[in-house]
């Protein structure tokens, strides 16, 4: 059905009228739309004025909808109904789809899994799905809520929204059979890292190592690291907030070496409208983990 919007009387005055015949006076309809009185008798006059027909009859502080207000009441309530389904079912639908996050495999692994079941508890209702990705998604034009990301510097992401949520430090750590009260040099011990990423080489550099003369004991797979440095098959680098839990249980232990630098977690989220679901997420990230800070 298409309509003029132009021949309409306005949203307000109608509204106000439907309320009013709904309720049987002016003043339930102003106590429901939070206004005065009077500005429901205004508005609902000058719904009258524009139709050229009178809707409801005052006398004192009675009031009758006249037969005319009775059926353009029965034709609003119906519209306005027929509104809200709209408005519920968007909701609904949106309130089912789960929250899309997108982070490293590291970061998911070590930091967000083993605490959403605190998320759940507070709000057990919200659906999340964690999905690891060595790449940088590109979320503003694939659907993905919120990425979670890292920098060294202040970062310069032109479309997005970003919230820091937690700063690590650098550090080195291995298994306890490298990593004793005495060691043989650093260069003279294996390392895991992957070739060709640049941030990982940065970290090695930053502590004063050549990665071109260090034996790699990677795997090919990143998301071995920890569990070959577990193992002792050589030291790795690492922000500290991914192996607090090992170096807290003594499955890893931190290599002495002064850290080179920080590095800072953001949330990161599309520009424009976000959904009530994104939001207790993206709370609860930014509660959560900056206490870890």
């Given at each position: 059905?298409?309509?003029?919007?132009?021949?309409?009387?306005?949203?307000?005055?109608?509204?106000?009228?439907?309320?009013?015949?709904?309720?049987?006076?002016?003043?339930?309809?102003?106590?429901?739309?939070?206004?005065?009185?009077?500005?429901?008798?205004?508005?609902?006059?000058?719904?009258?004025?524009?139709?050229?027909?009178?809707?409801?009859?005052?006398?004192?502080r009675?009031?009758?909808?006249?037969?005319?207000?009775?059926?353009?009441?029965?034709?609003?309530?119906?519209?306005?109904?027929?509104?809200?389904?709209?408005?519920?079912?968007?909701?609904?639908?949106?309130?089912?789809?789960?929250?899309?996050?997108?982070?490293?495999?590291?970061?998911?692994?070590?930091?967000?899994l083993?605490?959403?079941?605190?998320?759940?508890?507070?709000?057990?209702?919200?659906?999340?799905?964690?999905?690891?990705?060595?790449?940088?998604?590109?979320?503003?034009?694939?659907?993905?809520?919120?990425?979670?990301?890292?920098?060294?510097?202040?970062?310069?992401?032109?479309g997005?929204?970003?919230?820091?949520?937690?700063?690590s430090?650098?550090?080195?750590?291995?298994?306890?059979?490298?990593?004793?009260e005495?060691?043989?040099?650093?260069?003279?011990?294996?390392?895991?890292?992957?070739?060709?990423?640049?941030?990982?080489t940065?970290?090695?550099?930053?502590?004063?190592?050549?990665?071109?003369?260090?034996?790699?004991?990677?795997?090919?797979?990143?998301?071995?690291?920890?569990?070959?440095?577990?193992?002792?098959?050589?030291?790795?680098?690492?922000?500290?907030?991914?192996?607090?839990?090992?170096?807290?249980?003594?499955?890893?232990?931190r290599?002495?070496?002064?850290?080179?630098?920080?590095v800072?977690?953001?949330?990161?989220?599309?520009?424009?409208?976000?959904?009530?679901?994104?939001?207790?997420?993206?709370?609860?990230?930014?509660?959560?983990?900056?206490?870890?800070?």
């Open positions: 059905m298409s309509f003029d919007w132009k021949t309409l009387p306005s949203l307000s005055s109608l509204r106000a009228f439907e309320l009013t015949a709904r309720s049987g006076n002016f003043a339930s309809a102003a106590r429901e739309l939070n206004v005065t009185h009077a500005a429901i008798a205004q508005r609902v006059r000058s719904l009258e004025a524009d139709l050229g027909v009178s809707l409801a009859r005052r006398s004192g009675s009031m009758m909808i006249t037969e005319e207000g009775t059926r353009l009441a029965r034709y609003l309530s119906e519209g306005f109904g027929t509104i809200a389904d709209g408005i519920n079912e968007a909701k609904a639908k949106q309130s089912a789809k789960p929250v899309q996050i997108t982070t490293t495999v590291f970061f998911s692994q070590n930091v967000i083993p605490r959403l079941h605190e998320f759940f508890g507070l709000h057990p209702k919200i659906r999340v799905s964690v999905m690891p990705s060595t790449e940088v998604v590109d979320i503003a034009n694939s659907g993905i809520d919120l990425a979670i990301r890292a920098s060294v510097d202040e970062p310069n992401w032109p997005l929204n970003t919230i820091p949520i937690v700063q430090e650098v550090i080195a750590v291995g298994g306890p059979s490298i990593v004793k005495k060691m043989p040099p650093l260069e003279d011990l294996p390392w895991i890292w992957t070739a060709g990423e640049r941030h990982e940065a970290m090695l550099e930053a502590i004063g190592l050549d990665p071109d003369s260090l034996e790699n004991a990677d795997v090919g797979v990143p998301s071995y690291h920890f569990s070959l440095a577990r193992q002792g098959a050589g030291l790795t680098t690492t922000p500290e907030i991914l192996v607090r839990e090992d170096l807290a249980s003594g499955v890893l232990r290599v002495p070496v002064p850290s080179p630098f920080s800072t977690y953001y949330a990161v989220t599309p520009t424009g409208p976000m959904r009530p679901q994104v939001g207790a997420v993206l709370n609860w990230l930014r509660d959560t983990f900056s206490e870890q800070d």
